[in-house]
């Protein structure tokens, strides 16, 4: 033991870079590995780390430009609070927001370098291995919770067949949930199967991960998995790959949208739906629950509330939570959120919050494509936070802390990929790779 211990260490400390505090990568490793498993786990292990890697930087949180749209919707926030409609919620609500905002800068040193963001991606799939485990074991076995460790302390509610029924969630509360987590690993995942320099052994256990990651996705049954799951594909093998590529996506796609899509003669649509499992088909073209959905819960009636709530307060929102408390008063039907997330940004905190965190995220993405050919991971990386963003535009899988911490930290990435340097004081030189 007194030998393992020091090899594991040194393990550890590789690949973190010169910006990065020892002790706080390491922290920062386990934390990720953790995340999907346990929050309360992974925040005992990145609190530290986001301390460590918070103090002796060289320029403070306020004097990165990235920072300033952060800071502003931060007062916007705050200010907003003073005269909200849902009272203390609003002041609970910021906790979503405000911690991540230092997260967001105080994470860089740990993903500053290729290597570090490479060895964080590694982290985040093998820390999935649980949720999949569970997952499958509770559709096919029936496993189900609560399961308890250190006496309680931590608690995974799962359902015996999923929920909601029929569908995976594994170690988290919701099906959609659990996608969105799959989803965002998903490009990852793929990124490692596909990495060179693995023997045929090590190539194998990837590949196992990699089909049961694809299988508990599928059987989640959310179309924004199912949309992640395709996107990520050519995005993370890149542009040389798409000459094949992509004609073979579209005609693998073609039957599906013929048994979709609607308006098609039955003498295409039926062979195609006939081809095309059932459980797809009919859960992207909606048959399955069409029936019984009422007006008020559809996406359409909840944006267009939300629409009307943006006009009445535009400028500093409602207050967190309020969606939830005026959705019913208007429309007859409970929505915990409006399933959007400028949207709910723009109905709790005001417009200018909306558009500050946003355009922040979209020109982050932009600008980290921007900066030249990415390499295999990098293009993971960009990847899983795209997917991140696009699912948040018609859910809202972010107020599951894990996936929030997860989403600042993908951001943390793509902003320090360009930095010059995040760095401690006394390095006088720029990192490597930025």
């Not at 690949?15 to 002790?23: K, L």
């Not at 909200?84 to 979503?96: H, M, T």
């Not at 003669?265 to 499992?277: E, K, S, Y």
Request: hydrophobic fraction near 55%; include cysteine.
């Amino acid at each position: 033991m007194t030998r393992f211990l020091p090899m594991v260490a040194a393990w550890l400390d590789g690949e973190g870079g010169p910006c990065a505090s020892t002790w706080g990568w390491r922290c920062f490793q386990l934390g990720l590995f953790f995340l999907p498993s346990s929050a309360l786990l992974a925040g005992l292990l990145l609190f530290p780390a986001l301390i460590l890697g918070s103090v002796g930087r060289e320029r403070p949180f306020w004097r990165d430009p990235w920072n300033a749209p952060l800071l502003l919707a931060a007062v916007f926030m705050v200010v907003g609070c003073v005269q909200s409609y849902s009272g203390p919620l609003a002041w609970a609500g910021l906790a979503n927001w405000i911690p991540f905002f230092w997260g967001f800068w105080g994470f860089q040193p740990y993903v500053a370098l290729a290597s570090s963001r490479r060895r964080s991606s590694l982290w985040l799939v093998a820390g999935t291995v649980p949720v999949v485990v569970t997952g499958l074991g509770q559709l096919w076995l029936g496993w189900q919770g609560p399961w308890q460790m250190f006496g309680g302390l931590i608690i995974w509610f799962m359902s015996a067949g999923g929920r909601p029924e029929g569908r995976l969630s594994g170690l988290f509360d919701y099906a959609n949930i659990a996608s969105a987590w799959l989803a965002m690993v998903w490009p990852l995942m793929l990124a490692a199967l596909v990495q060179p320099g693995l023997n045929r052994t090590r190539r194998g256990v990837v590949l196992t991960m990699a089909a049961a990651v694809v299988l508990s996705l599928v059987l989640t049954e959310s179309r924004n998995g199912w949309g992640a799951l395709v996107l990520a594909v050519p995005l993370v093998l890149g542009p040389p790959s798409w000459p094949w590529l992509l004609p073979l996506l579209g005609l693998a796609l073609l039957p599906v949208l013929v048994a979709v899509v609607p308006g098609v003669p039955p003498l295409l649509q039926d062979p195609a739906r006939t081809f095309v499992p059932e459980g797809i088909w009919a859960r992207l073209s909606d048959t399955q629950y069409a029936s019984q959905r009422a007006l008020a819960s559809t996406r359409l009636s909840q944006w267009g509330l939300a629409l009307q709530l943006i006009a009445e307060r535009p400028w500093f929102g409602w207050g967190a939570a309020a969606f939830s408390v005026i959705y019913p008063l208007r429309a007859g039907k409970w929505h915990g959120h409006a399933h959007n997330l400028p949207l709910e940004l723009a109905i709790s905190h005001g417009l200018p919050a909306a558009v500050l965190v946003v355009a922040l995220v979209l020109l982050l993405l932009v600008v980290s494509l921007r900066r030249g050919p990415l390499a295999l991971f990098d293009r993971a990386w960009w990847t899983a936070a795209l997917v991140l963003t696009v699912l948040h535009a018609t859910d809202l899988p972010f107020f599951d802390s894990r996936l929030n911490i997860a989403g600042w930290i993908l951001l943390a990435g793509l902003r320090a990929s360009f930095s010059p340097r995040v760095q401690p004081a006394q390095h006088a030189a720029p990192v490597a790779g930025a």
